[in-house]
């Protein structure tokens, strides 16, 4: 059975794996940054040809400044270490998201990977960075609108998105059992189909994805159709 081109993941869950284990927040998002290893691996195994995840939201700076500088360090090791694997794998890397707040360097050192990726032909690895899918949106009708677009359509607003030229997912997994979309691709998800886990992002695995993709192919995609 076919499997989904374009799988997003909320990654949920991490500041709860650590609290379990009494340990602080900060080993959650290590482990977490493991799992995103794994899984950015395990789907290109699959076949699978977009890759989305939900790293750090435009909510997420209410969260305590110390947290917040130890992502900032993760992401940095991630982009400037462990990314280099991915890179010479094929894979590419696309940032949804404004990175104006984030640290000069950070920033350089993403768009950095983001050029030189940006020529491979393997999986296309998108990761949410200050996102917010109203922002986005708005971000798109304000482009529109600088282009001197008289009269927006479908096809016009997604070509203003973040996501230009990407297929919209498929597939949404959100892990840690929320039953929310928490502001993340409102547009892109009209048709997508859900898949909620209970699992907490760093305990999920390649099975768990695996498992995620079986169920969306029992189901039967009509689109608003019969």
Known sequence: MSVPL???????????????????RVFGHKQGVKTVKNIVKAADALGIKVLTLYAFSTENWKRPQKEIG???????????IDFKEFADAGIRLRILGDLKKFPKDLQKEI???VKTTSRNKGLQLNIALNYGARQELARAFNLAIKKGV??????????FLYTAGQPDPDLLIRTSGEQRISNFLLWQIAYSEIYVTKKLWPDFSDKDLKEAIKEYQKRERRFGGI
């Open 6 to 24: 374009h799988v997003a993941i909320i990654m949920d869950g991490n500041g709860r794996w650590a609290k379990r284990r009494a340990l602080p």
């Open 70 to 80: 130890a992502l900032f360090s993760l992401l940095k090791q991630f982009i400037k």
């Open 111 to 113: 768009i950095e990977v």
């Open 150 to 159: 008289k009269k927006v359509s479908d096809k016009i607003i997604s070509s």
